[in-house]
């Protein structure tokens, strides 16, 4: 998938997100340059509870507890 495909991809899951749904589509694209896809296994840790995060987690397929 070219660089330019994944970004707009980003961005239209952002602009799903409440907290940034107002964003303009030039903004979603700033921050979705930002964004790092990851992938996690079932029963896999994603963050620890009480611990201080580094970032931001936008769930796009799945569930966490």
């Known amino acids: 998938m070219s660089v330019d495909h994944r970004n707009a991809d980003?961005?239209?899951?952002?602009?799903q997100v409440p907290l940034f749904?107002?964003?303009?589509?030039?903004?979603?694209?700033k921050l979705a340059k930002l964004c790092v896809p990851k992938k996690f296994a079932a029963g896999?840790?994603?963050?620890?509870?009480?611990?201080?995060?580094l970032g931001l987690f936008v769930i796009t397929h799945g569930k966490v507890e």
Not at 10 to 15: N, P, R, S, T
Not at 44 to 53: A, D, Q, R, T
């Open 10 to 15: 980003v961005k239209d899951v952002l602009a």
């Open 21 to 29: 749904s107002s964003l303009n589509r030039k903004a979603l694209g």
């Open 44 to 53: 896999e840790l994603v963050i620890e509870e009480g611990k201080s995060g």
